[in-house]
C-alpha cells in the first residue's frame, strides 16, 4: 500500500511540474529584438537569452554566422526554434525551400510578416493575391507537418465593404492561420483583444509588444521602433490579451522589443508576465 501511495504521489507531482513547465514555455522571443546585439557577439547574445530563462524563440536568421555553427550555440544554450519567418516571394516561388528550412531547424511554425505592395497603396487586389499565394504555400507546408501564420503590419485592417482587408483574408484563409502581433493591430486601429474574440480559431501564436501612452497611430505598418514599451506599462491590453490567448491554447506568445533599450526591457516583460494568472 504504501508503495501504491508514493507512486500516486510521484505521478501526481510529474503532472504538477509538467503543468508548470508548459505554462512558462508559452513565453518566447522573436530573435529580430535583439538584431543590433548579434552584429556584436553573437555567442554572449544567445547565452544572454539563455540566462533570461527564455527557451523558445522565432527566427530562421543565424546573422552572418554558418547555420550549422548558429544551430549548435542554439543547442548549447538550450534554444529551440520553433518558428521561423520567411518572405513572401519565398513561400510564392519557393515553397519547398522554406519547408526545408523549417524542417532544419525542427521548427513547426513558419510566419510571414510582410505583403509586398506599392507604397501606402494596399487594396483588395494585393489582398486577394497574398490569400492566393498563403493558401498555396500553406496546403505544401501542411503536407510536410508545418503550419503557415500570416503576421499583420495594420495595413490590413484598411475598409473593405462591411469590414475590412482582414476579414477578407481570414474568412478565406483555407490554409493558412494568423500571428498576431498586438501592437500592429493596435496601431492599424484594431483592439487586438476584439480581434482575438472575433477569430477564436485563426491565430496560433502571438507577438507581444506594448506601445508607449499616446503614440499616434495609423495603418501604414510603419512606426518608430522606439514607442516598443515594457509590457504591461503602454495602452495595449496586454493581460486581456494573454488571459484570452491561454483560453484559446495558442501555445506560443513571443516577446518582441525592437527598441534601443530591449536588453534592459526583456527581464522587466518576463517578470510582468509571471504575475498574470
Given at each position: 500500500m504504501k508503495k501504491l501511495q508514493l507512486l500516486c504521489l510521484f505521478l501526481m507531482a510529474i503532472v504538477f511540474f509538467g503543468t508548470t513547465n508548459v505554462t512558462a514555455q508559452e513565453v518566447g522571443l522573436q530573435l529580430y529584438s535583439l538584431r543590433n546585439q548579434f552584429k556584436e557577439d553573437i555567442p554572449s547574445t544567445l547565452k544572454l537569452i539563455n540566462d533570461w530563462g527564455i527557451t523558445v524563440l522565432e527566427g530562421g536568421d543565424s546573422y552572418g554566422m554558418p547555420e550549422e555553427e548558429f544551430k549548435g550555440l542554439l543547442a548549447k544554450n538550450n534554444l529551440k526554434v520553433v518558428s521561423i519567418g520567411a518572405g513572401f516571394n519565398d513561400l510564392a516561388n519557393a515553397p519547398e525551400e522554406v519547408v526545408k528550412k523549417a524542417k532544419s531547424y525542427g521548427a513547426t511554425y513558419v510566419m510571414c510578416a510582410w505583403i509586398p505592395h506599392d507604397g501606402n497603396n494596399f487594396d483588395i487586389s494585393d489582398t486577394q493575391k497574398a490569400v492566393e499565394v498563403f493558401n498555396k504555400a500553406g496546403k505544401i507546408l501542411r503536407d510536410n507537418g508545418l503550419?503557415?501564420?500570416?503576421?499583420?503590419?495594420?495595413?490590413?485592417?484598411?475598409?473593405?465593404?462591411?469590414?475590412?482587408?482582414?476579414?477578407?483574408?481570414?474568412?478565406?484563409?483555407?490554409?493558412?492561420?494568423?500571428?498576431?502581433?498586438?501592437?500592429?493591430?493596435?496601431?492599424?486601429?484594431?483592439?487586438?483583444?476584439?480581434?482575438?474574440?472575433?477569430?477564436?480559431?485563426?491565430?496560433?501564436?502571438?507577438?507581444?509588444?506594448?506601445?508607449?501612452?499616446?503614440?499616434?497611430?495609423?495603418?501604414?505598418?510603419?512606426?518608430?521602433?522606439?514607442?516598443?514599451?515594457?509590457?504591461?506599462?503602454?495602452?495595449?491590453?496586454?493581460?486581456?490579451?494573454?488571459?484570452?490567448?491561454?483560453?484559446?491554447?495558442?501555445?506560443?506568445?513571443?516577446?518582441?522589443?525592437?527598441?534601443?533599450?530591449?536588453?534592459?526591457?526583456?527581464?522587466?516583460?518576463?517578470?510582468?508576465?509571471?504575475?498574470?494568472?
Open positions: 503550419k503557415l501564420a500570416y503576421h499583420a503590419h495594420g495595413f490590413e485592417f484598411r475598409p473593405y465593404k462591411d469590414g475590412t482587408l482582414f476579414d477578407y483574408m481570414a474568412q478565406n484563409a483555407k490554409y493558412f492561420d494568423f500571428e498576431m502581433d498586438v501592437y500592429w493591430v493596435h496601431h492599424g486601429g484594431e483592439d487586438p483583444l476584439k480581434l482575438l474574440k472575433k477569430y477564436p480559431s485563426k491565430f496560433i501564436l502571438l507577438h507581444l509588444k506594448d506601445m508607449e501612452k499616446g503614440t499616434k497611430k495609423d495603418d501604414t505598418g510603419h512606426a518608430d521602433v522606439e514607442t516598443n514599451v515594457v509590457l504591461g506599462t503602454g495602452e495595449v491590453d496586454i493581460a486581456g490579451v494573454v488571459a484570452e490567448a491561454k483560453k484559446l491554447g495558442i501555445k506560443y506568445m513571443f516577446i518582441e522589443d525592437e527598441c534601443s533599450r530591449v536588453v534592459e526591457q526583456v527581464p522587466k516583460s518576463l517578470k510582468y508576465l509571471e504575475g498574470i494568472k
